[in-house]
């Protein structure tokens, strides 16, 4: 059964459980020990240290690994904050980082730091004009992910870095989505990554801290992986991740090119077999396995219930926001339409066939689920109208229903009369607008009102 | 090879081994997604925290898994620090907690937090009346562990969890030496372990914090593990932990019986085979399989050589601070001899023979350190006193020369006449005291000089 989710978790890679289970048997002792099981470990992991280095680019004792992806990014935020706390207190990341990067920035404001959030464009990249704008005297780091999670825009670290070098402030790259793929390119100071996102194990993070770069490690001392990651070691999944990151690095190029035209098909085929669709993320500058799309007038969840049971699984708005029923923070900032959100991460070796299966259960499945929902029929718009100005009273209802319920009532009001959707879903704030630049109609003004807000539409066409 | 450091990591158990690989296959997903391969990962990590539930004896919503017993540890301490803060910061620890606890400790105090620890008797034991006399009425949270890493003593939980209840302060017990054993009995209200001390894989640690406790997780929010163990967690190993931590403790009683003879044997036949040794410890309140014991006049770590070119793996000392060259703080607060120390810890299955071996190579390769070093022959007290009182220069000698020069010495002097030993080794202050104890002198006082100190010791037999 295909799985497409491979952004949110890999199956092992063969060569990682190989070497997991031969680490399982060698690796076990403490490295910091003098006999000869805690020898053979400190070997072990001296080895894993060097090939990860290579991977990544920076030199041995410039990396450690940590528990997970997030515990780098956390780690690596607050000791890069305090290694620069006479600088001063100000933070600048992208609208669109990981969550574990937006929860470690929220965590610096309540302590009293400062955080500037630098906005993408409707492709979900940053500019490194957005950074030189952010950028202060007190700034004491920066942080931008290699590539999105959730539409894979690959972002322009190596100029982000530029002018951070010129500015005087470190960049922290998350580099989650992005190192198995290949080496992050420019200046960074701290990089990060997850292993599991590769095809290595869970339970393996890296954090990579150029030398020269102020880092004052947080929380309570331990003297392991140089002050920077506390807890016994989880030696046998770092073999495990050093060893899968040297084995999907050898076929990441080939790799690539495969996946990248099977994408390319996704994305073409999509907007042409699913009506009312939208195609998010940079067309070119993009990761090669991942593509995301969004479907008008359809519930996310409902949508990939139907995809699980034809039997494909992939993952929907934002992974880490998805039980907030809150829409994606990304989609969000690139001011895209939310619903009927579709991510597809293709696993390495994923077949045409495969994805020609996928494309031919997704158009039935998303006219399934706009059937269930009673979907205004589009000529409906080519009523009769009966006033200048219309109210819809949308409260109560969740995603998708009040962009359906704006839908059904924009024909009953001539070109250049106005619609007035009463909604106290979060999600409409979002939604209203994109469908109104999918539809092209001119989304007018949002008024708070005692409960939810009114969103206004003038009809255009 | 025998192995005898369990109590620092054990080898994977069989069971553990069986069930981390089929979890690798059937628990790679992320259990918050909805397609087959979350809801199963999702299956896998219920069962697995209602397993560990029932041997922690908690309900399953009452207990986390985190990355190591020490992020358990921080997360805990820091978590029930936080949610107590306007009771007050202060903070009550034994002695001779595992170095996490006192790391925590530190940054605690660090923050603006007061600690006070609690004093130990000669056997390591903390007592419900030095916790009693500790508690005031800003203390936030109070600590001990289950039983000592290092000598082994049981700590009095059950009676000192009374005393915290009465006076309204919650308990965190850190059980990672004994949760393989059984149950940690009493009121406890946060309980921490670490899963590859039992045979379980490393990257796991648990963290049950008993309904009711105000707990108030410190750190970037994360919405996994109910908000207390950020980064996508480590689902075959969590599977493994607590599989294999059911499956020790199906064994639990019978081997520990087998075990307590083999380490009483020790205790008897170390204290007889090597002179001048002091066994450490209580002798009854204790765990099972380790047993630990220092011999005068030896350098630990050159033992530990000797004993791994036998071949056996023992460690000595305190784990985490074994490369500081400073003594154990857990030695350090019994107040007993720290040189040459050893500590034994039997993995399950370890026979007679072994146990048998290692006492047949211990005392040669005892004997054979002292040689190296020049030990005084114990006849020398016996020489003809030169004068009242002498004066050693040990300055810039390491452990255990400082010793052994006062052992030259003290045959110089008269009964009744005075040794002083300058010293600037840290462990002079531990093992001069503890050299008079077992030699039957008088230690009488330390005096500060511009360099290290002067230790005074008078002859008394």
Known sequence: MPYFDTASAAPLHPVARQALLAALDEGWADP????????????????????????VGCRPDELV????????????????????????????????????????????????????????????????????ASLTSTTALACLQSANHEVGTVQPVAEVAEVCA??????????????????????????????HKWGGPPGVGLLAVR???????????????????????????????????????????????????LVDRIR???????????????????????????????????????????????????SCTSSTLTPSHVLRAMGVLSEGNVRVSLPR?????????FLDVLPRAVAGVRAELGVPDPSASAATPVAESVEVD????RCPQPVIELARAIGTVPVGGTVTVLSDDEVARLDIPAWCAMRGHVYLDETPRPIGAAYRVRRAV
């Not at 620069?84 to 929860?103: I, N, Q």
């Open 349 to 357: 070796g994923t077949t045409a066939e495969e994805v020609n299966g």
């Open 65 to 132: 690994f940590t528990p997970s992806g997030t515990h780098a990014v956390h780690a690596g935020v607050a000791g890069a904050l305090a290694g620069r706390r006479r600088v001063g207190g100000h933070l600048v990341v992208s609208a669109v980082e990981h969550s574990s990067v937006l929860h470690a920035a929220q965590a610096h404001a309540a302590g009293g730091g400062t955080v500037t959030e630098v906005a993408v464009d409707r492709f979900g990249a940053a500019s490194p004009a957005g950074y030189a």
């Open 268 to 318: 073409r085929r999509v907007a042409r077999l699913v009506p009312d669709v939208e195609v998010v993320g940079h067309a070119d500058r993009r990761l090669p396995h991942l593509v995301t799309f969004s479907c008008l007038y359809v519930d996310g969840e409902t949508l990939l219930h139907e995809l699980d049971r034809a039997g494909w699984s992939v993952s929907s708005g934002s």
């Open 166 to 195: 010129a500015a005087g402030v470190p960049l922290l790259v998350d580099a989650a989505q992005s190192l198995g793929w290949g080496p992050v390119e420019g200046g960074w100071s701290v990089l990060t990554a997850s292993a």
């Open 211 to 261: 030398k020269g770069v102020r880092f004052a490690p947080q929380g309570p001392a331990d003297e392991r992986e140089s002050g920077r990651s506390p807890g016994f070691g989880n030696l046998p999944a770092v073999v495990a991740a050093a060893a899968s990151l040297r084995a999907v690095r050898a076929e990441a190029d080939a790799e690539a090119a495969r996946l990248r035209v």
């Open 394 to 397: 949308a409260l109560g209802l």
């Open 32 to 55: 910091a020990r003098l006999y000869r099981e805690g020898r053979r470990a400190r070997l072990l992991l001296d080895a894993a240290r060097e090939a990860a280095a290579e991977a």
